[in-house]
């Protein structure tokens, strides 16, 4: 399978390319060239299928051109070392937990899956390779931990300093090995963008191999479908689909999620609506409502995955429904929720229902309480686990009332190591070429 530029002003190119490269030539997100469908059987009998079978039906409509089919599976069942259920909140509301992975979060499938494909394509050669990768938290965590130990290949993760949480941090700062940690003093968007200069920079990337971790390589973003089939799956064998329709609410930053859940339905998953939950990073939201889409910079939020002022998979949002500002606000609703309406939502879901949700997960139950009409199902992406935004969520619901999962817990007793570095592209351009 070809993949093609947003931007469509570079030659197609192969998975491997895509892959390595991360970002188009001309500086667009790669799409794949065809999305192939489903037969309508092959949802009636998913419920008998695991989530590691249903996941390696999907890969092989992505890949299963490019990679053969053993390694692509042995690629998926090795990714897939933890469940993502469906768990119960209210009769009609459902959450997808997508942080029973190494990092608690959902870019462990993406990231894993990720260097797991990175590896196969490079096994072969004798190269070096660095994997950049901007954070603004639970990204760098999840590509760290998915690439920790695999040769040939080093990773280098940019976070702004001193706005991300204490467990976010020693995730990827306390690893050693292949791992470094870029302290950047700046935003979130000051790291993505000296990402994204590096990848630009024609003399850098003739001296050494450069790619990207972020939700842009279509390693990362394509693999996040899988989870979505497997909550159809999962509903539809507990009896809950039953002929009610399915509404998806996933808390969006980048928006490489919601296009993994986009895409889903194109390939037949029956999804009757898709909701962007955001913070108070609006931008999507009011291109939703406005048609008009104006960038800006991130403001912080108690939602911190989510505060993305640039949201890079938007290209691909607005190439898969050519550019159709129609078509896409009738795809997607948006919902917008501010850290005072956040913490509200924590409080009242835990006080009513005894769920615990994260601040991203929060605002997508509450979008769909608000959505929801009789004889549909929701189902929100809840995308860390609680206990990775403890000081937050104790705050709202108390103190000492949030467990840190064993996996956090053994993070936390390693020792910091990280370089800081201003937010000037010199400074980082010459500690690559060091
Ligand atoms: C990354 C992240 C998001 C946003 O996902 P996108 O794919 O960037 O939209 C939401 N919640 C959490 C916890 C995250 O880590």
């Known amino acids: ?54 996941a390696y039906e999907v890969a092989l409509r992505f890949f299963g051109e490019d990679v053969d089919h053993e390694h692509l599976k042995e690629i998926v069942y090795d990714t897939l070392q933890f469940d993502c259920p469906v768990v ?65 290949i080093h990773v280098h993760v940019l976070y702004p ?29 000051d790291c993505q963008h000296l990402v994204k200069m590096a990848f630009l920079d024609k003399e850098l990337n003739e001296k050494v191999i450069l790619t990207s ?9 394509l693999p996040q479908a899988f989870y979505y089939f497997n909550a159809y799956a999962r509903l539809k064998e507990a009896g809950v689909i039953n002929g009610k329709e399915l509404v998806v609410s996933v808390p969006s930053g980048n928006f490489g999620n919601l296009t993994a859940g986009l895409i889903a339905a194109e390939m037949g998953l029956p999804i009757k609506q898709f909701i962007a939950a955001n913070n108070a990073n609006d931008v999507v939201f009011e291109y939703l409502q406005t048609g008009k889409y104006n960038p800006r910079p ?12 640039a949201p890079s998979n938007f290209a691909r949002i607005l190439d898969l429904y ?30 009513q229902t005894n769920y615990l949700c994260d601040p991203h997960g929060a605002c997508g139950f509450q979008s769909l309480t608000e959505f929801l009409k009789d004889g549909q199902i929701g189902v929100f992406l809840e995308t860390a686990h609680p206990a990775k935004f403890t000081e937050t969520v104790e705050d709202v619901i108390g103190k000492g009332r949030v467990r840190l999962p064993k996996k956090l817990a053994a993070f936390m007793t390693g020792e910091k190591q990280s370089i800081e570095m201003d937010s000037a592209y010199e400074s980082f351009r010459k500690y690559l070429l060091k």
């Open 1 to 54: 399978m070809k993949y093609y530029s947003t931007n469509k002003n570079t030659p197609e190119v192969t998975l491997q390319e895509a892959v390595v490269k991360g970002l188009a030539a001309d500086n667009g997100l790669f799409m794949p060239e065809r999305i192939e469908k489903f037969d309508p059987e092959f949802f009636e009998k998913i419920d008998q299928l695991s989530f590691q079978e249903i």
């Open 88 to 152: 119960k909140v209210t009769d009609s509301i459902y959450s997808l937990e997508l942080f029973h992975g190494p990092t608690l979060a959902f870019k462990d499938v993406g990231a894993r899956f990720m260097a797991r494909l990175l590896n196969y394509f490079l096994e072969e050669k004798d190269q070096q390779v660095n994997v950049l990768v901007a954070t603004s938290g639970d990204t760098g965590s999840a590509v760290a931990n998915g690439f920790l130990g695999v040769e040939g």
């Open 161 to 189: 300093k001193g706005k991300v949480s204490k467990i976010q941090e020693v995730q990827f700062t306390t690893l050693g090995q292949n791992i470094t940690a870029l302290e950047i003093e700046g935003t979130f968007d």
């Open 213 to 221: 971790a972020n939700s842009i390589n279509v390693a990362r973003f």
């Open 298 to 309: 991130s403001v912080e939020t108690i939602a911190n995955a989510m505060d993305v002022g």
């Open 322 to 351: 050519d550019h159709s500002h129609q078509l896409i606000s009738e795809k997607i609703k948006g919902f917008r929720y501010f850290d005072e309406e956040i913490r509200k939502v924590i409080y009242e879901v835990y006080q």
